[in-house]
């Protein structure tokens, strides 16, 4: 049996919002613009990490997504001004961000809590150990 580790490398995972412990299992149960809700699974399907970390910790992804909105928000406002050479209309820039922002919720919730788990949680960090195929996150 092969028994080295070929570490995988993390833009990919983070892309496809894989756990950041092994980065092989799914965070999400279904497709960013699927059908089905977006649902979050509980533990890593490949590792058995416990996603939220301890209860409300979700929360503050909230908090994430709000600065994600803020700043899609202002881009768009700029990109709408440079567009249309400096319109003074506010209901184009109103009904232009606030349907984007409507498309783009499903990806704020998603990479809010990405963003959440990769960088902003201490001691979660990637362990190539856990990401081979026999890796098993029974004991
Ligand atoms: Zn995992």
Known sequence: MNKQVIPLPAMPAIMHARCPRCRRGEMFTAPMYGLKSQGMNKTCPHC??????????????????????????????????????????????ISVILTIGVVLSPFNFRYSRVILLYWLTPGLHYRPEMSGDNYSSNK
């Open 48 to 93: 058995g990490l416990t996603f939220e970390r301890e209860p409300g910790y979700f929360y503050v992804s909230m908090l994430i997504s709000y600065a994600m909105f803020v700043a899609e928000m202002i881009g768009l406002a700029v990109a709408i001004s440079v567009l249309t050479g400096g319109s003074k209309n506010p209901w184009l820039y």
